[in-house]
């Protein structure tokens, strides 16, 4: 695959990673790319670089448009290493290059690769003439590290915001547009969003209010495709997310099961929402990955848990999932536990703490089975079903 020119003098240069399928501990079936970007101007300036085994891959798409040894400056928005992995050895090429980056970055760049590099570190709103074109530079601090920036080109309106606005897609088209299918383009969205980036809400609100400033017609993240088309409706789906604002009438449950009674248990839940009129997507933990289940958190306003208990506490299953979702914090969540068990019980109760800690409402106790529910036990938690999605809608009755 070329290089590929999004405006007159600026390239993506990046590379593909077709067979990636775990990315910080989510599963990215579709792939992903680490995408970086050529500026050629008085002085030449590459954005961003590649994780480090696809530096060849990179080097070669530089290397169509110019010789990649005269590059001038090297922007790094954003210092891990899938992004930064490849300055060294493109400093070994160009050596006389200089690595832009934030307070930060210089710092963080500097523990990672034990270099001291010839640096020049700029503040949130400070430019960079390279010719034709003037450099923006504005710090998005726990976008998500504390070292994040964007770059920004005015006189081509391109905004190049790294990890903001990625989704892991690997594809032969580099645009939005090309894709065409904004269901596929949300989800990936979504779903980078709300493993990677949901615990910095207000970060990403502060952010959004200082691009939205900007003259945008291209957005190039550091992963997926490019934006040119449904720029809208991504920010749209940005402050959403940022704000914790989810579609009324939407539950997810997500449980384990041992012998099946806490199955028939979210099973007779589900019944209940569903006859009010409440959209339910249910996931078993056995077979569902926790990534894959984050996916559906920005889109869900009630979140219902539920193991059995085992060895006094709940199936590690739900266990990990706990661990996951209280590191992620999302909120203005309706919460509810339940449950079976053979004695002890105490899994509901572990998981409702939970929901405590994150602050989610909880409009009823949590409630526990003992051993396999009878019919009436299962109409009960169907009526269960029926009052929690009273809570599920803006206007109460």
Known sequence: MEK???KPGIYWVGGIDWNLRTFHGYLTQRGTTYNAYLIVDDKITLVDTVKHYLFDEMLARISEIVDPSKIDIIVSNHVEMDHSGSIGKMLEIAPNAKVVTSVMGEKGLKRHYKQDWDFMVVKSGDTLNIGKRT??????PMVHWPDSMVTYIPEDKVLLPNDAFGQHIASAERFDDEINCWAVLKEEAAKYYANIVLPYGDQVMGAIKVLGDLDIEIIGPSHGVMWRSMIP???????KWATHTTPEGRAMIVYDT????????AEALREGLVEEGVTVEMRNLEFTDISDIMTLVPFSRGIFLASPTINNGMLPSMGGFLTYIKGLRPKNKVGFAFG???????SVGEIEKVMEGLKWELPMPSHKINWVPDQEELDQVKQMGKDLAKHLYDNKE
């Not at 450099?135 to 998005?140: I, P, R």
């Not at 041992?258 to 248990?265: A, D, I, P, Q």
């Open 4 to 6: 590929v020119e999004l």
């Open 135 to 140: 450099l923006h530079f504005v710090h998005v």
């Open 233 to 239: 409706e991504l920010l749209e789906e940005y402050v």
């Open 258 to 265: 041992m012998w099946g009674s806490t199955k028939k248990m």
């Open 340 to 346: 079976s068990y053979g004695w002890g019980g105490q």
